[in-house]
């Protein structure tokens, strides 16, 4: 009787002659770890979402659904740093607006010229172009402002 070549247990692995090193530890002080500049940015967009959502009115910005969850909506793209963490640039909507809509920037353009007038609107837009270069230190101002804000 042949054996099949996809039984298993037939043969049984050889154990590696390496043994594992213990760590080696390093002498002297050791520096703290900052966090990356990416892990700043994350925070800080949490922070500033709360402070979003906490300084307007507890209802989408674009529909007007209240008692629902909200989310901190960007008229211009998150992706503009220059325009990224700007209070005039969000205001909280639902996930249905936010997500599954697109973010709604038709309605959102109206409701925000209403609000602040054509020309901030449109000097947003402009301004999204700007190339800012942020170090670590503006991000943790930012953090320790919009957390005491909260």
């Given at each position: 009787?042949?054996?099949?070549?996809?039984?298993?247990?037939?043969?049984?692995?050889?154990?590696?002659?390496?043994?594992?090193?213990?760590?080696?530890?390093?002498?002297?002080?050791k520096?703290?770890?900052?966090?990356?500049?990416?892990?700043?940015?994350?925070?800080?967009?949490?922070?500033?979402?709360?402070?979003?959502?906490?300084?307007?009115?507890?209802?989408?910005?674009t529909?007007?659904?209240?008692?629902?969850?909200?989310?901190?909506?960007?008229f211009?793209?998150?992706?503009?740093?220059?325009?990224?963490?700007?209070?005039?640039?969000?205001?909280?909507?639902?996930?249905?607006?936010?997500?599954?809509?697109?973010?709604?920037?038709?309605?959102?353009?109206?409701?925000?010229?209403?609000?602040?007038?054509?020309?901030?609107?449109?000097?947003?837009?402009?301004?999204?172009?700007?190339?800012?270069?942020?170090?670590?230190?503006?991000?943790?101002?930012?953090?320790?402002?919009?957390?005491?804000?909260?």
């Open positions: 009787m042949k054996r099949s070549p996809l039984k298993r247990g037939t043969k049984q692995m050889k154990k590696s002659r390496f043994k594992a090193k213990a760590p080696v530890k390093k002498k002297g002080l520096r703290p770890k900052q966090p990356s500049q990416a892990k700043l940015k994350k925070e800080l967009d949490r922070v500033f979402s709360l402070y979003i959502r906490s300084k307007y009115k507890k209802e989408c910005y529909c007007g659904k209240r008692n629902v969850t909200l989310q901190c909506g960007h211009v793209s998150r992706q503009y740093l220059a325009t990224r963490w700007d209070e005039n640039n969000c205001r909280p909507q639902c996930v249905g607006c936010n997500m599954f809509g697109g973010g709604k920037p038709l309605d959102f353009e109206e409701r925000l010229k209403k609000e602040l007038g054509d020309e901030t609107v449109e000097k947003m837009k402009k301004s999204r172009h700007q190339v800012l270069k942020l170090d670590r230190q503006w991000y943790l101002t930012s953090i320790a402002l919009y957390k005491h804000e909260t």
